[in-house]
């Protein structure tokens, strides 16, 4: 099976500005992949190139096997979609909201109804959207977006304005549509949203993607161990620096931090007994997302 999202080389230049820079990845189905960076990265021009409301400048986007801006448009039918900020008519309900987007993509009404109880919106769908909330605002653009029973669901910030039950309520909601088999593409500044939904993740900084893979294999990387040891530390550190697998030692306050596999703390703990420096903490450096972010794009 083909996968549902693959970018070959895509780029987007804005006259000397790159929005986008020759970025190749591919997202599986039924995954939910994380599209992460810091603000003006890329993200939402990626966004706008794979639903061919954006041409690329170079480079091609195939979307559920087909190529954007080249083969016919009906996969879009198949892609539901919700971009920045909701766009709604004030002065209409929410389900009118919904209705007008249902009859403009030859949707029955009667999806409006599956949908609303789905984003918690069921009670308040009668009510005109000028007096929603943010949060509000966001349940209904889900519910937009789940409109044509998407194979493919593309959510730019789904829990923006959300209070912590709501967001709770949202993320179980992005499990449960990935659990029914479709593929979600999630981009958003909660990193540890992310982390907790998404098995893969593409971290964009200036258009370029500088790091990609499962969340596990990112936080592995090079996460090393801590380390606090009792007496003569300089007489640890040099101990330290002898072992061939350690690429570096770095002191913060009470603690070591030891570049070095985090599989290797128990021979470095017999190491250091050994040769007698007493180990009172010894440990795997625990990452979260946010660090290894925070580390790979210099935005500290």
């Known amino acids: 099976m083909t996968a549902a999202i693959v970018t070959e080389s895509l780029t987007k230049r804005y006259g000397a500005r790159v929005a986008v820079d020759q970025l190749s990845l591919s997202v599986d189905h039924g995954e939910i992949f994380g599209l992460l960076g810091p603000n003006g990265a890329g993200k939402t021009t990626t966004i706008t190139m794979l639903l061919g409301l954006v041409r690329p400048s170079a480079g091609r986007a195939i979307v559920l096997g087909h190529e954007v801006g080249v083969s016919p448009s009906p996969f879009l039918r198949r892609v539901g979609a919700m971009i920045e900020t909701p766009a709604l008519y004030p002065y209409l309900s929410g389900y009118d909201n919904l209705r007008v987007l249902a009859r403009a993509g030859g949707i029955a009404e009667v999806r409006i109804n599956a949908v609303l109880p789905m984003v918690g919106m069921a009670d308040r769908a009668r009510d005109k959207a000028g007096t ?10 889900i519910a937009a977006a789940l409109l044509p029973t998407p194979e493919l669901i593309i959510l730019d910030e789904p829990t923006n304005g959300l209070d912590p039950a709501g ?13 029914d088999g479709r593929t979600i593409l999630l981009c958003s500044h909660l990193l540890h949203e992310v982390e907790q939904l998404c098995g893969r993740v593409a971290i ?3 258009g370029r993607l500088i790091a990609q893979g499962t969340v596990n294999e990112l936080l592995c990387r090079d996460s090393g161990i801590r380390l606090h040891v009792e007496g003569d530390q300089d007489r640890a550190i040099t101990l330290l620096r002898a072992l061939p697998w350690v690429s570096g030692v770095v002191v913060e306050g009470d603690l070591l ?3 070095a596999p985090a599989t290797r703390v128990a021979e470095l703990n017999a190491y250091l007994t050994r040769n007698e420096v007493a180990v009172a903490e010894i ?3 625990e990452r979260s997302l946010e660090s290894f972010f925070l580390e790979v794009t210099g935005d500290h």
Request: net charge positive; proline share 0%; glycine share 6%.
């Open 204 to 206: 964009l900084k200036e």
């Open 283 to 285: 440990g795997a450096r």
């Open 257 to 259: 931090l030891v570049n």
């Open 132 to 141: 929603y909330s943010q949060g509000m605002r966001q349940r209904l653009a």
């Open 167 to 179: 967001t709770v309520e949202i993320r179980d909601l992005i499990r449960e549509l990935a659990a």
